[in-house]
């Protein structure tokens, strides 16, 4: 626990946008700077999904569903991982999570919840 800590989930309308955040406070930099880091949702009802994924050397990946309307970044310095998230639909509305792959091990955020709506 406490090893992920997502922010900036929130109520937004259709068409707007937010930015999350993701701060790994106690993972050295030494374990961050290499790990693979994604974003993940899941809305009521339905299976966890992957959102985007950025290697340690910033190779991104993305759903289909949001190419073109989300863009996630990292800053190894601050141990930091973002989700820009542009055009937002109702679709989008789910908790999303951060995630820390390194050496077959996954750690989880608790989640910040996204609700877009009119």
């Known amino acids: 626990q406490g090893q992920l800590q997502e922010s900036g989930g929130g109520l937004v309308q259709p068409g707007g946008s937010l930015r999350l955040s993701c701060a790994a406070p106690?993972?050295?930099?030494?374990?961050?700077?290499?790990?693979?880091m994604g974003w993940y949702r899941q809305a009521p009802g339905k299976e966890r999904e992957l959102v985007a994924t950025i290697t340690s050397d910033g190779r991104t990946d993305y759903a289909d569903s949001v190419k073109g309307r989300f863009t996630i970044s990292r800053d190894n310095s601050r141990k930091r991982v973002y989700l820009q998230m542009n055009g937002l639909t109702p679709e989008d509305t789910a908790v999303y999570y951060c995630?820390?792959?390194?050496?077959?091990?996954?750690?989880w955020g608790q989640g910040t919840q996204v609700t877009v709506s009119s």
């Open positions: 995630n820390r792959q390194l050496s077959g091990r996954d750690f």
């Open positions: 106690r993972t050295i930099t030494s374990v961050f700077n290499p790990s693979m």
